[in-house]
């Protein structure tokens, strides 16, 4: 089957830490990965995609890189923000299906 | 502005009482879905569908009816809720392949709670 899973947070960092939000999926065939972003009292918002094995896929800072032989797509950023504070999904899409993680919460403190 | 608009944002409701939460958007997309989020749970797929008048089920599709009768309108339909349908509840779209381009596109959310 498909499926999803990612570090329980919430993850607390202070500004300009480095984050690193681990993401692992089992999938049959050839999934596509995403990385989503929440906001408080918001829908999800795409951050950065990548469709087949060592793409990487980055905006705004953050990066992930398809890892097929370890079935990761962990979410890195150099030097975190106040504003990065949110709730992350990591999701794979196959087969016109999306299959989302539980979701992290990350708190930065100025 | 491009967007999917849901509605209502909040809604309180009691078991059994028949109710459709709206969605609508704007940007011609094809592909559309209903989604579940509950905490520890992430996200959830209910139904989605691929065109007008294609539906298909997601993986909690149980007590929850869909339609597809216009390509920018896909209402949720809870014929008899129960509580255990708490949630909070998203639509989302993008064109049929979803890409870097055309990612899923997310409504604001619909807080449901039945007592």
């Known amino acids: 089957g498909n499926s999803v899973t990612q570090m329980e947070g919430p993850v607390t960092l202070s500004e300009e830490a480095f984050l690193t939000i681990n993401c692992t999926y089992t999938?049959?065939?050839?999934?596509?990965l995403f990385w989503y972003v929440q906001y408080p009292g918001e829908g999800l918002q795409l951050l950065l995609k990548?469709?087949?094995?060592?793409d990487k896929g980055s905006n705004k800072g953050f990066e992930a890189t398809y890892r097929k032989e370890t079935t990761s797509f962990h979410l890195e950023k150099g030097s975190v923000q106040v504003s990065d504070s949110a709730v992350y999904f990591c999701?794979?899409?196959?087969?016109?299906?999306?299959?989302f993680g539980s979701g992290t919460k990350l708190n930065v403190k100025p | 502005e491009a967007q999917v608009t849901q509605n209502p944002r909040y809604l309180i409701t009691v078991t059994g009482k028949k109710l459709t939460v709206t969605c609508s958007q704007n940007?011609?997309?094809?592909?559309m879905s209903w989604y579940r989020q509950d905490p520890g749970l992430g996200l959830r797929q209910i139904y989605y569908?691929?065109?007008?008048?294609?539906?298909d089920k997601g993986d909690v599709p149980e007590g929850y009816k869909v339609s597809r009768k216009e390509k920018r309108n896909f209402p949720l339909i809870l014929e008899s809720p129960s509580p255990n349908q708490t949630s909070l509840y998203f639509c989302?779209?993008?064109?049929?392949?979803?890409?870097?381009?055309?990612?899923?596109?997310f409504g604001n959310g619909t807080r449901l709670t039945v007592t």
């Open positions: 999938a049959t065939g050839y999934p596509s």
């Open positions: 989302a779209s993008s064109f049929r392949e979803v890409s870097y381009n055309s990612p899923l596109h």
């Open positions: 990548a469709t087949k094995a060592d």
């Open positions: 569908s691929m065109n007008v008048e294609v539906t």
């Open positions: 940007m011609n997309h094809e592909y």
């Open positions: 999701a794979l899409n196959n087969f016109n299906k999306f299959y």
